[in-house]
T-cell receptor, first 114, second 116 residues
């Protein structure tokens, strides 16, 4: 299994600012994903982070609001831009091994926008 | 697209009892069904999964069954313990995704409380 670490684990941010969340995997993974989980809710996929190319966004999520980088097979970042209180949520990074359909999650980043 | 329904939304049992969580999916071509356990303040942890070529899978006190005809799958936990208390999510992998860690569609989750 892959071990996924996220930083920061939590943050309180002012509206209008941006926060970049880092995701580090202890081994190379084929694909990485970013999810949002609002309090008491399920996981909603934001985008697939593609190594060496632009991320693939799900309906309702756009690159200007959630720019994503993936410079290599073990690291990705998600930026939440121009934050508003509605962006308060848990953001989760996920990834898995090549030829293995298991997906593992980081511990999440709890974001509060005030 | 794929839609995953999960029920019940909450379940409370006494320690030692069994717990069953049921999920249905809409895309008959979905072929991978994992279950995650999420404890408070932590990320989801994969506890068991099943692929469409298998009808049942067991791992100690946990088992998962899959009925492809009816498009539903269930998680069974026997001899529950207080540390089983958590939110459990089912998920399905929809058709058309590439090899590797395909994107998953999650159910809404079920909060399990095991009372000592």
């Amino acid at each position: 299994s892959a071990v996924i670490s996220q930083k920061p684990s939590r943050d309180i941010c002012q509206r209008g600012t941006s926060l970049t969340i880092q995701c580090q995997v202890d081994s190379q993974v084929t694909m990485m994903f970013w999810y949002r989980q609002q309090p008491g809710q399920s996981l909603t996929l934001i985008a697939t982070a593609n190594q060496g190319s632009e991320a693939t966004y799900e309906s309702g999520f756009v690159i200007d609001k959630f720019p994503i980088s993936r410079p290599n097979l073990t690291f990705s970042t998600l930026t939440v831009s121009n934050m508003s209180p509605e962006d308060s949520s848990i953001y989760l990074c996920s990834g898995g091994q090549t030829l293995n359909t298991e997906a593992f999650f980081g511990q999440g980043t709890r974001l509060t926008v005030v | 697209g794929e839609n995953v329904e999960q029920h019940p939304s909450t379940l409370s049992v006494q320690e030692g009892d069994s717990a069953v969580i049921k999920c249905t999916y809409s895309d008959s071509a979905s072929n991978y069904f994992p279950w995650y356990k999420q404890e408070l303040g932590k990320g989801p942890q994969l506890i068991i999964d099943i692929r469409s070529n298998v009808g049942e899978k067991k791992d100690q006190r946990i088992a998962v069954t899959l009925n492809k005809t009816a498009k539903h799958f269930s998680l069974h936990i026997t001899e529950t313990q207080p540390e089983d208390s958590a939110v459990y999510f089912c998920a399905a992998r929809p058709q058309g995704t590439q090899g590797g860690s395909e994107k998953l569609v999650f159910g809404k989750g079920m909060k399990l409380t095991v009372n000592p």
